[in-house]
């Protein structure tokens, strides 16, 4: 009898893998989008404004911080989803409305102080080749903002993870969720690493000064790699700002109705057009996320300097 129901036990357990493996690849591939968005926002904000040698302990940093993010999310949305589902929609689009308004701080910021954002650059540079200088606390409000954007974004992964598997049992929840929150954690800072290193690696490659063939083709590829590496952090600023919006115009459009409804028709009247049909289809769902973050997080930057301004007013002492 004992040791039937160990192989029953055991028959049960690879049944249960089995379902974990199938619906993991299922909840992967649909945030896989999401995980695009995640690297470039994450990239873009780890990259820059760091001695060499601080890179990997600030991207390291961020890591934990992310993986007690989702330690913290997955018990979360596993309560919501059985108790109150009717708020998870709510609080992603409050989540989204923040990274829209981000992403346009960040762009008003730079292009309305444009002197003492440039004097904030050259002060950092400044900053980074003096040794002297500790630059923890830049290092420290650089960890927590890329801290509390992860929140965000991997909000979303989670919730997508979620619905995947939202009618199986409690244990195959709990499964896929982990298993997506830890895969997801490492493939996105595990990249992060890589790109922030690209021209340290480049460096490390020139130093090699044989003559052979396999000796110039890795100065070559250093070389590469060095000149390529400002280009793609200049990129990925961009890419980081477009991924917040588009990111956060998302959570609006799918929690709206009427939006959801417009996108579905802007999506039929792309797919009758006589040319570029296909293409149309597929870059349209994007762009209307990306108008409606923008527009958003304009909005929402307004209106925040507005207030501001009022309670200025208010606050200013009346002169005698």
Known sequence: MAGASLLTLLDDIAMLLDDVAVLSKVAAKKTAGVLGDDLAVNAEQLSGGLKADRELPVVWAVFKGSMLNKAILVPIALLLSYFLPVVIMPLLMLGGAYLCYEGFEKVWHKFSHKVEHKQQHEQRVAALQDETVNITLYEKDKIKGA????????????????????????????????????????????????????????????????????????????????????KLMKFLAVAGTIAMWLVGGSLITHGVPAFHHFIESAIHFAGNLPIFSGLLVAITPLLI???????????LVFASLAVMAITKKKNKPVSE
């Open 289 to 299: 996320d990306l108008v409606v973050g923008f527009v958003l997080g304009a909005v």
């Open 147 to 230: 801290i509390r954007t992860d929140f965000i974004l991997s909000a979303e992964i989670i919730i997508i993870a979620l619905g995947t598997v939202a009618d199986k049992a409690i244990t195959t929840q709990i499964s896929v969720l982990v298993f997506i929150a830890i895969l997801m954690t490492i493939g996105v800072y595990g990249l992060v690493a890589g790109i922030v290193k690209i021209d340290d690696g480049g460096f490390l490659l020139i130093k090699d000064k044989s003559i052979s063939l396999w000796g110039k083709f890795k100065r070559a590829l250093g070389y590469f790699m060095i000149a390529f590496a400002p």
